[in-house]
């Protein structure tokens, strides 16, 4: 036994780690409570190492938003935009064309492509946005759509969830991303995004995705209004339907900026949060293979020190990221392939860069 985590108060949950031992929402609230960030990240790394060693993972991506146009208009968001207003877009599928030509000579390996809850465009134009981006780029990985767009498509279409997830498929879809999720708390999405797919409804449209043989993410947007049981039940509830279907790839705690939102009395999310979130979700989510630590939303330095508590992953080159720099975020637009690589190396850990599906690409 450690003398220090002892001190901490958590000599009982290093044991249960130890033993591989799955941890209970109460020991997780200890964590979150506990006060001393190096005890509940050492932890963290211990599982952390135990999963994937010493890698840290990175992928050459590019973000793709078609349009912020937005019939939810959650309050905490700074990127969706009512039809008509000023700032609202709509990228055409020559626009996408575009945007993914623009890059062909870079080794991307995925295309990320997320938007608002648009009025009034046609299924056939996310189907269309799918087979638009592989005529240009036929090996890329798309990972595109939310559960909650996913819902909208079916409902658009009057389809099943399940035959318009094939129909996205044949159209090139490869992988689901985490985003939507928000926080699973009827009253956090009553409070905070009430138009939105509601909790059970993300986790239901992301189990039929694991039916149709593809891989999602999962996020919790936090920092905000949520109280540490909300997190918590949001995380055991990722846990569950894992055990189920095994079909989540990552995990990744997305830190709220609230610059630009309605909801921007809050402050931003401080360093040891951020961490936190990290490290407890990586405690908790022992059947989770990996947690991102996105640098977009918590800066590339602190991405970098998260790679010691708990993350395995830090995204990738990402580009033209809209969603945070609408609210304020201040990150770098892009980080560089040998930025990525010099960040990992100096975190101790040795970098590899994978596919959208963690097969390792090369190792540096
Ligand atoms: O769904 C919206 C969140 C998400 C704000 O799957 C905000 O690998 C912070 O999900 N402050 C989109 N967050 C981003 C996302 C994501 C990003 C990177 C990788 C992956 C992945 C997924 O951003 C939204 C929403 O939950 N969001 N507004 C805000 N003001």
Request: hydrophobic share 40%; with cysteine; aromatic share 8%.
């Amino acid at each position: 036994m450690d003398s220090f985590i002892e001190k901490a108060g958590l000599a009982d949950i290093q044991v249960k780690v130890a033993a591989g031992e799955r941890l209970t929402l109460a020991d997780g609230k200890r964590l979150f409570e506990c006060s001393n960030i190096l005890a509940v990240g050492y932890l963290a790394n211990i599982v952390r190492e135990r999963i994937n060693g010493n890698k840290a993972y990175f992928i050459y991506n590019q973000h793709i938003n078609y349009s912020n146009i937005c019939t939810n208009l959650c309050k905490f968001c700074a990127f969706g935009k009512e039809k008509g207003h000023d700032q609202a877009y709509e990228m055409s599928i020559d626009d996408i064309q575009d945007k993914v030509r623009q890059r062909l000579d870079e080794p991307i390996t995925e295309i990320h492509m997320v938007g608002g809850i648009h009025p009034d465009l046609p299924y056939s134009y996310y189907l269309d946005a799918l087979r638009a981006i592989k005529e240009v780029r036929p090996d890329v990985h798309i990972q595109a759509f939310t559960c909650v767009e996913i819902q909208h498509l079916a409902d658009l279409a009057a389809k099943s969830v399940g035959d318009t997830l094939e129909d996205l498929k044949e159209a090139g879809l490869g992988s689901i991303p985490g985003g939507g999720a928000e926080v699973f708390s009827p009253r956090i999405r009553e409070l905070t995004c009430e138009r939105k797919l509601d909790g059970a409804g993300w986790l239901r449209v992301t189990r039929q995705a694991h039916e149709h043989g593809l891989h999602t993410n999962a996020t919790l947007l936090y920092g905000h209004i949520e109280t540490i049981d909300e997190r918590l039940e949001h995380l055991d509830a990722l846990r569950k339907t894992q055990d189920d279907t095994g079909g989540f790839l990552a995990y990744i705690p997305l830190a709220f900026h609230p610059k630009n939102t309605e909801m921007s009395e809050h402050s931003r999310t401080t360093g040891v949060d951020d961490l936190k979130n990290i490290a407890v979700a990586r405690l908790m989510l022992d059947n989770f293979p990996h947690v991102k630590a996105y640098w977009v939303m918590i800066g590339p330095k602190l991405a970098q020190v998260a790679l010691s508590f708990g993350a395995d992953d830090m995204d990738g080159t990402v580009k033209e990221e809209i969603i945070t720099r609408m609210a304020g975020g201040e990150s770098d637009q892009a980080l560089g392939h040998k930025t990525l690589i010099r960040l990992i190396k100096e975190a101790g850990r040795e970098p590899v860069e994978r596919d959208t599906l963690y097969t390792t690409l090369e190792t540096f």
